[in-house]
């Protein structure tokens, strides 16, 4: 796609897997679309799917406060899912549903052209930093993809289930807040 109407206009039609006829809303993912930060969940939960919104439930408050610590909030960066239809009973994308998806977030990347991606949790990262990617060992750590400084965090619904992972999360937090002052222009 070479804008996002077009891209959103798709995504919003698309009936490339089973979850387009379980969903209620498609998750498009918001925020700026010249945003230089951009973070990336696995799929929409129950709230999102009511709402047509990323990040809007428990796991969005939390990823709200995650965002605050590093000095931004919502309307500096783009949010988004690897899959824009909620998964029945939130169980993880499947390999075909990610496949059926990735389209369209390889699109919203090639239009938003962000210096850093935030991948938020290990379907996330397996999926756009390495297949055999492990999030307990290999959080926070930086590599680059194609002109991209990426890294793995736990999942906001991770830390709500798990707060054991929380100091090491907060120090996931101060890196990428390095890495934003380090590599943006206009985030911070």
């Not at 498009?28 to 709230?47: D, H, K, L, R, S």
């Not at 799917?49 to 965002?67: I, K, N, Y």
């Not at 619904?157 to 590599?183: C, G, M, N, W, Y």
């Amino acid at each position: 796609m070479k804008n996002w109407e077009g891209l959103y206009a798709a995504c919003m039609s698309c009936q490339n897997c089973p979850l387009a006829q379980t969903r209620t809303n498609v998750v498009f993912g918001e925020g700026p679309t010249n945003a230089e930060v951009m973070f990336i969940g696995e799929g929409p939960g129950e709230q999102e799917d009511r709402t047509g919104r990323p990040f809007v439930g428990r796991g969005g408050q939390l990823l709200d406060e995650m965002l605050g610590i590093m000095g931004l909030d919502r309307s500096r960066v783009y949010i988004a899912n690897m899959v824009k239809c909620r998964p029945p009973g939130n169980r993880d994308p499947l390999a075909e549903e990610q496949e059926a998806c990735i389209g369209y977030l390889r699109n919203q990347v090639a239009l938003l052209r962000p210096k850093i991606i935030v991948c938020l949790g290990r379907i996330a990262a397996m999926k756009l930093i390495r297949p055999d990617f492990k999030i307990t060992r290999e959080h926070g750590q930086w590599v680059e993809k194609a002109g991209v400084q990426m890294t793995a965090i736990y999942h906001p619904a991770a830390l709500l289930r798990d707060l054991s992972k929380r100091p090491e999360t907060f120090a996931d937090l101060k890196s990428i807040r390095e890495h934003i002052q380090a590599v943006c222009d206009h985030t911070l």
